[in-house]
């Protein structure tokens, strides 16, 4: 038995109190080396209680090791190969550079990234407590159809957000995670492709998990999952949950994309709305119509000329819905 697996077997064996004889014999192993495996498991963070009765595992560390992501994981292809790392610059730099012979589905976490990555060169606040992730995918789609990973992508953390936390989300195009008016997630994807073939999609998807919502600065319309909830969560069952609704979305994109695209609507946070885009040509206003079948947002200009946007920024000018406050 190697050194990971008695520490797996001793994590599942360790819930309830058991003597270091029994342990010892089950694995086939010496007691010391149940006891340096003990100790090993302290080092990284694992509470166990030791006593004449045996030991008994207290508390683990909320850490995002390959093992522990793996463990439990009802996917059939993302997620089978996990790369996690303490720190990185940025998991999707990291995924990039592997991606070409990475298998399709690996994963790439870090606790902390030095120099998150948002859309056009932008910075993404990444300190320890939220969730940094990067799936590699190989869909078999042009490149122009690439776009729709990022719109599965969004739906599945969407769907993964609200059935573990029972969060209302809604996403702003193009890619962000609201809860009411604050953006809880982002999603970066970035692509390797030669003119008709894609190569492969990185998706980097940042949760803020578990940050204090007061630490973002005002203007970025921040908060976190945490600060929403009043009490921290397990990041490692949010990233299982998120990496098990990639795969379903993956599939549900491959077998019918106009579903997840009604899907990505209803939950939209953005159609209905008076907008205001930003696109490298220029700026302008109008009322968001829908998510075209290419990925760009159609926007109905004030003079009623239709405007489709592929890449761009995009702001909420007006609440979707105008609150009236009734009084007894
Ligand atoms: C995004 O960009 O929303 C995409 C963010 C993707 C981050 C993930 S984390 C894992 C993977 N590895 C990476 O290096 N990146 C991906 P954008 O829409 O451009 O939003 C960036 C802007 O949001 C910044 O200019 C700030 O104003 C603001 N911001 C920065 N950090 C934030 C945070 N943690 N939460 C909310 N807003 C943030």
């Known amino acids: 038995m190697s050194r990971e697996e008695i520490k797996r077997a001793l994590i599942q064996r360790l819930g309830s109190r058991t003597s270091g004889q029994e342990l010892a014999k089950s694995f086939g192993i010496s007691r010391a080396a149940v006891w340096k495996a003990v100790q090993s498991l302290r080092a990284e963070g694992y509470e166990i209680e030791a006593s004449r009765r045996g030991y008994r595992l207290a508390s683990m560390p909320d850490l995002l090791s390959e093992d522990l992501v793996k463990a439990g994981l009802e996917t059939k292809f993302v997620g089978r190969t996990v790369l996690s790392y303490p720190s990185l610059v940025s998991t999707?730099?990291?995924?990039?550079?592997?991606?070409?012979?990475?298998?399709?589905?690996?994963?790439?976490?870090?606790?902390?990234?030095?120099?998150?990555?948002?859309?056009?060169?932008?910075?993404?606040?990444?300190?320890?407590?939220?969730?940094?992730?990067?799936?590699?995918?190989?869909?078999?789609?042009?490149?122009?159809?690439?776009?729709?990973?990022?719109?599965a992508a969004a739906v599945a953390v969407a769907r993964a957000l609200e059935a573990l936390y029972g969060l209302g989300?809604?996403?702003?195009?193009?890619?962000?995670?609201?809860?009411?008016?604050?953006?809880?997630?982002?999603?970066?994807?970035?692509?390797?492709?030669?003119?008709?073939?894609l190569y492969y999609a990185v998706v980097g998807i940042g949760i803020n998990a578990n940050l204090d919502p007061d630490s973002f600065p005002e203007d970025w319309k921040a908060t976190s999952i945490s600060g929403l909830l009043g009490r921290d969560v397990l990041r490692l069952e949010l990233v299982r949950r998120v990496l098990e609704e990639v795969e379903r979305a993956c599939g549900e994109m491959a077998a019918s994309f106009d579903r997840v695209i009604g899907e990505w609507s209803d939950r939209s946070a953005t159609l209905g709305r008076r907008v205001r885009i930003t696109t490298r040509s220029g700026e302008f206003e109008g009322r968001a119509e829908a998510l075209e079948a290419d990925g760009a947002l159609l926007v109905r200009?004030?003079?009623?000329?239709?405007?489709?946007?592929?890449?761009?920024?995009?702001?909420?000018?007006?609440?979707a819905i105008e609150k009236v406050e009734e009084g007894i």
Do not use: Y
């Not at 989300?169 to 073939?197: F, H, Y």
């Not at 239709?306 to 761009?312: D, F, K, N, S, T």
């Open 301 to 319: 200009r004030d003079d009623g000329r239709g405007e489709r946007v592929i890449a761009g920024d995009c702001v909420h000018l007006r609440p």
């Open 169 to 197: 989300v809604g996403i702003k195009w193009p890619n962000d995670l609201m809860v009411g008016e604050r953006k809880v997630c982002g999603i970066l994807t970035e692509i390797g492709a030669e003119m008709d073939s």
């Open 92 to 151: 999707n730099a990291e995924a990039k550079k592997i991606a070409p012979s990475a298998e399709n589905g690996t994963v790439v976490v870090a606790e902390v990234q030095t120099v998150g990555r948002g859309r056009m060169e932008r910075s993404w606040h990444s300190p320890k407590g939220g969730v940094w992730i990067s799936v590699i995918l190989k869909p078999k789609i042009p490149p122009s159809l690439a776009f729709r990973v990022n719109v």
